[in-house]
């Protein structure tokens, strides 16, 4: 069973950074994509940015330009850089990993941005 384990999260003003880290228990190369998505309270879960295993990226709107994915293959670590935060990128942050159409998801790991 794969696992993800989120770290990273906790509490920053705006305009602040956070660097969120996502450890697999397996060879992250082995995946077809992964990605990170967020649910704030009271709304449902999105995206907010995928990679597939040819390195694509897919960023949300709302992220383009202050957030940026990337996968250190030695650590089987997937990362999220987030600079220049704002109060409404609040929310519980997953990662997310699919092999084979098999899906996985990390805890989760709160990202609280006060104003």
């Known amino acids: 069973q794969v696992q993800l384990v989120e770290s990273g999260g906790g509490l920053v003003q705006a305009g602040g950074s956070l660097r969120l880290s996502c450890l697999a228990s397996?060879?992250?190369?082995?995946?077809?994509?992964m990605a990170w998505y967020r649910q704030a309270p009271g709304k449902e879960r999105e995206l907010v940015v995928g990679?597939?295993?040819?390195?694509?990226?897919n960023y949300d709107d709302s992220v383009k330009g202050r957030f940026t994915i990337s996968k250190d293959n030695a650590e089987n670590s997937l990362v999220l850089q987030m600079n220049s935060l704002k109060s409404e990128d609040t929310a519980v942050y997953y990662c997310y990993a699919v092999r084979a159409n098999f899906e996985y998801w990390g805890q989760g790991t709160q990202v609280t941005v006060s104003a």
């Open positions: 990679i597939m295993s040819s390195g694509h990226t």
């Open positions: 397996e060879t992250i190369t082995d995946f077809d994509a």
